[in-house]
Antibody, heavy 117, light 111 residues
Framework: DEQLVESGGGLVQPGGSLRLSCAASGFSFSSYEMTWVRQAPGKGLEWVSYIGIHDTYIYYADSVKGRFTISRDNGKNSLYLQMNNLKGEDTAIYYC??????????WGQGALVTVSS | QSVLTQPPSVSGAPGQTVIISCAGSRANIGAGYDVHWYQHLPGTPPKVIIYNDKDRPSGVPDRFSGSKSGTSASLAITGLQAEDEADYYCQSYDSTLGAWVFGGGTKLTAL
């Protein structure tokens, strides 16, 4: 069964850092592009970041550019999101998702990140 | 303000047909980028129900259908059921932003 499981969420103060992980199983992780999508409380879905199969291509939403870093370890079937200089508006559920050309699926269950003092 | 515009809410009685619109521009839907639709139930991750404008993943009932014309797309749900109550999001790619983009989401209520 194809599965994605996020971890690493939690409460962090403004200006702090957090690293999310996403463990993949049930499919050939190294063959797929991956992405992070978030949903702030009461808001809609927002694409955050994309990484190609071999890190060749990496893209970020303007809202996180320069603060977030996406990476992957194909040997560990894992996707990561390093989040630095966190702001209140970064408070959200963060989902990792596999990409098929330009659509997303499956998605993980999500990791809650709360930025607050 | 989302790049793709959806109505905040739609409703219908069980058995009826509801249509959710997704308006874009020449930088995304109008540029030929495919539109995808997701169903999001509370407490669960989003699930794709239509991809590449009109294709359904296995397991998604044929009551769900997608279409696209010009700079807009639509999701139609026929024979509405109570279990269809959820938030629905359209998604595409925007060449001006260089980003994948979502609509603001539409809350579907089965009356």
């Amino acid at each position: 069964d194809e599965q994605l499981v996020e971890s690493g969420g939690g409460l962090v103060q403004p200006g702090g850092s957090l690293r999310l992980s996403c463990a993949a199983s049930g499919f050939s992780f190294s063959s797929y592009e991956m992405t992070w999508v978030r949903q702030a409380p009461g808001k809609g879905l927002e694409w955050v970041s994309y990484i190609g199969i071999h890190d060749t291509y990496i893209y970020y939403a303007d809202s996180v550019k320069g603060r977030f870093t996406i990476s992957r370890d194909n040997g560990k079937n894992s996707l990561y999101l390093q989040m630095n200089n966190l702001k209140g508006e970064d408070t959200a559920i963060y989902y990792c998702a596999r990409m098929h050309l330009n659509w997303f699926g499956p998605w993980g269950q999500g990791a809650l990140v709360t930025v607050s003092s | 303000q989302s790049v793709l515009t959806q109505p905040p809410s739609v409703s219908g009685a069980p058995g009826q047909t509801v249509i959710i619109s997704c308006a874009g521009s020449r930088a995304n839907i109008g540029a030929g980028y495919d539109v995808h639709w997701y169903q999001h139930l509370p407490g669960t991750p989003p699930k794709v129900i239509i991809y590449n404008d009109k294709d359904r993943p296995s397991g998604v009932p044929d009551r769900f259908s997608g279409s696209k014309s010009g700079t807009s797309a639509s999701l139609a749900i026929t024979g509405l059921q109570a279990e269809d109550e959820a938030d629905y999001y359209c998604q595409s790619y925007d060449s001006t932003l260089g980003a994948w983009v979502f609509g603001g989401g539409t809350k579907l209520t089965a009356l």
